[in-house]
């Protein structure tokens, strides 16, 4: 499989946080769910969101109640992440920097870590690592995905538009496998991979939106307007009264610090 870490994870979002932030697709409730249930997590405890971006996931856990640590290497994608709303009362997120190999943070003190959208970027062995470090004895490690459901006629289309891009196989590929690592891993046990339906429906500026916020998207201008003529295209072809309804399947990779004698 390979390794993302060496592609200039940080570098290649910055520019990208506002658009982001705007037409990135959100997680299920019922995985979210699921998490806070399976964990425990609640007012006292901890999570912290490594790789958080703009914030997506580390509000998904605050609306919950649960505090939320979330790190994130790139300046840009910070500070978009702190300046984005919360419903009253939920507690709002500390936002700092600090990469998945080496978050900079205390051991022992996180009940659960979350990366969503993120783990593909890091180097897997030394990120678990770090995480097991940081985590409580009774601590999860919690991997999220939102990768394209394209039985869907709509989602292959679009699906076949984002893969005419030079770079998206390379990104794509190892990304859609980067959970594996944590299935087996000495230093956790009761893994497990969970999957959930999940959608986005976009106009056509949010299809555009969604496009352009993969950093594997095309930045030169030729480039650029090839693949939004293309994404226009197939935007036409398959919108009803002017949206389109993107289908995810949400993969959830979790499993629990081992128990000290097992190791």
Partial sequence: MADLSHSNPT?????????????????PAAAIDLI???????????????????????????????PVI?????????????????????????????????????????????????????DADAALREFHRILKPSGWVLLLWNERDESDLFTAAYGAVVRSTPEAAAVEGPRARAGEPLLTHELFQDAARLDFANEQAL??????????????APREP???????????????????????VVRYVTSLYLARVRHAECL
Avoid: K
């Fill in 70 to 122: 979330g790190l994130e290497p790139n300046a840009d994608m910070r500070r978009t992440a702190e300046a984005q709303p919360l419903p009253p009362g939920a507690p709002p997120p500390t936002y700092s920097e600090g990469r998945a190999e080496a978050t900079g943070l205390a051991g022992g003190i996180a009940d659960g870590v979350l990366c969503a959208q993120a783990f593909h970027w890091f």
């Fill in 11 to 27: 570098g290649r979002f910055t520019g990208l946080a506002d658009v982001y932030a705007r037409c990135r697709p959100t997680y």
């Fill in 36 to 66: 806070v249930s399976r964990c425990g997590l609640g007012p006292q405890s901890l999570l912290i969101d490594v790789g958080c971006g703009t914030g997506i996931s580390s509000r998904l856990f605050a609306e919950r109640g649960v």
């Fill in 222 to 244: 030729a480039a650029v307007e090839a693949f939004a003529t293309a994404l226009r295209d197939v935007f036409g072809r398959h919108q009803q009264e002017g949206r389109v």
């Fill in 203 to 216: 106009d056509e500026d949010g299809l555009l939106g969604r496009s352009f916020s993969a950093s594997y």
